[in-house]
């Protein structure tokens, strides 16, 4: 299992792009939560049964995404 940490312009456009990052994939993830802080937010995606090798290439491309400011990738325990 892996977690997606999103960091984004507050844009009511950037939980669109992000969420529509893995629709184009035919990802569906297990978990989402977005949180607004002060100047920007935060979006937390995890998502199960990915290759460690796929998800770090998810998460280098997430951060290529318009509005998106940073991506970090969590493996998490099972």
Known sequence: MHRFRIDAILDPQSLLRVTGYFAQRSIVPSEMKMHVLPGHMRIE???CDLDPRQAATIA???GEVVAVTGSELEELAA
């Open 60 to 62: 280098a491309k997430l």
């Open 45 to 47: 995606v995890t998502v």
